[in-house]
C-alpha cells in the first residue's frame, strides 16, 4: 500500500475515529483522509469535532464526516456502527482515541473518583466501540481496531496507580479481542486473522499548542500527535498477523519491575 510519496494509501477504505476531537483525533482524521479513506469522526463535543471536519474540507478532503456520539451508551454506539456499516457497505477500521488523565502526587492520595472517571473514559467506551464494530470489521477483510496506551500500563508509578491501572485494563480488552479476530480465522479456515486490533504505546502525547505554551520545554520521549496519526495509518500497510494482538511501542519500551 505504499507509494513512492512515502505513505499509506488507504484509497476506498471507511475507518471510524472516536474522540476524534482532541489533538491526537484531528491528527489522525487528517492523516487518514490525506491517505484516501473516508473518515467517520466521532465525539461528544460538537463544537470541537466540527472544527476538525472544517480542517479536513479545508486540507481538501470532503471525506470526513462528523457525528456526535455518546460511547459510553452501548445502543448508541451500536446504531453508529450499524449506520456507517449500511451506508458505506463496510468499516475497515475503528481508531479509539477517546482519553483523559487523573494522577495524584502519592498512592496514598489516589482519589478513586478519578479511578470512576477513567474507567468510563479509557474502558466502557473502547469496550462499548470493539463490541458495536467486531463483526463489521471481521466482515471488512482488512479491518483494523486501535487503541493508544501508555507505558505506565507497563510499569505503573504510584501516583498514576488510576491512569495506569486503566490503560491495562484497556489493553488487556484489547488483546482478547485480538483473539477473538484469531479464533474466528481459524473458524473460517484460514491461517492468519485478517482483521487486527493493535495497541500503540506511547510515553505521553505533545502537540503544536504544547510547545507554543512551554517553549523551553524538552518533552523528553513523547510522541507527536502527527507521529501517531502516521503510525495509525500504517496499520492497513501490515499484514495483520503482525499487528494483531501486539502492543507496538512507539516510545522505549520501560524495563519491567
Known amino acids: 500500500m505504499d507509494t513512492a510519496a512515502g505513505g499509506p494509501v488507504l484509497d476506498g477504505m471507511v475507518i471510524a475515529v472516536a474522540g476524534a476531537a482532541g489533538p491526537a483525533g484531528r491528527a489522525a482524521v487528517l492523516r487518514l483522509a490525506a491517505a484516501?479513506?473516508?473518515?467517520?469522526?466521532a465525539d461528544a463535543d460538537a463544537a470541537r469535532l466540527k472544527e476538525v471536519v472544517d480542517a479536513a474540507a479545508y486540507a481538501g478532503?470532503?471525506?470526513?464526516?462528523g457525528e456526535t456520539v455518546d460511547l459510553l451508551d452501548a445502543a448508541a454506539a451500536r446504531a453508529w456502527a450499524d449506520r456507517l456499516e449500511k451506508e458505506?457497505?463496510?468499516?475497515?477500521g475503528v481508531v479509539h482515541l477517546v482519553g483523559g488523565w487523573r494522577g495524584s502526587k502519592s498512592f496514598a492520595a489516589t482519589d478513586l473518583a478519578d479511578w470512576d472517571l477513567l474507567e468510563k473514559l479509557l474502558i466502557r467506551t473502547a469496550q462499548h466501540t470493539s463490541l458495536a464494530f467486531h463483526d463489521a470489521l471481521l466482515r471488512s477483510g482488512r479491518g483494523r481496531f486501535a487503541i493508544v496506551s501508555a507505558a505506565g500500563a507497563t510499569k505503573p508509578t504510584a501516583g498514576n496507580a488510576a491512569y495506569?491501572?486503566?490503560?491495562?485494563?484497556?489493553?488487556?480488552?484489547?488483546?482478547?479481542?485480538?483473539?477473538?479476530?484469531?479464533?474466528?480465522?481459524?473458524?473460517?479456515?484460514?491461517?492468519?486473522?485478517?482483521?487486527?486490533?493493535?495497541?500503540?504505546?506511547?510515553?505521553?502525547?505533545?502537540?503544536?499548542?504544547?510547545?507554543?505554551?512551554?517553549?523551553?520545554?524538552?518533552?523528553?520521549?513523547f510522541t507527536d500527535v502527527k507521529d501517531l496519526a502516521e503510525a495509525i495509518a500504517?496499520?492497513?500497510?501490515?499484514?495483520?498477523?503482525?499487528?494483531?494482538?501486539h502492543r507496538l511501542w512507539l516510545t522505549p519500551e520501560p524495563n519491567r519491575p
Open 164 to 221: 495506569g491501572a486503566a490503560k491495562a485494563a484497556a489493553e488487556a480488552w484489547t488483546l482478547a479481542l485480538g483473539d477473538s479476530f484469531r479464533k474466528a480465522a481459524k473458524a473460517g479456515g484460514d491461517a492468519e486473522p485478517r482483521a487486527a486490533a493493535a495497541i500503540l504505546v506511547i510515553k505521553a502525547l505533545v502537540h503544536d499548542a504544547m510547545r507554543a505554551e512551554r517553549p523551553d520545554a524538552k518533552f523528553a520521549g
Open 61 to 65: 478532503s470532503a471525506k470526513v464526516t
Open 88 to 92: 458505506h457497505g463496510a468499516v475497515d
Open 234 to 245: 500504517g496499520l492497513w500497510d501490515r499484514p495483520a498477523q503482525e499487528v494483531n494482538g
Open 36 to 41: 484516501g479513506a473516508t473518515v467517520a469522526a
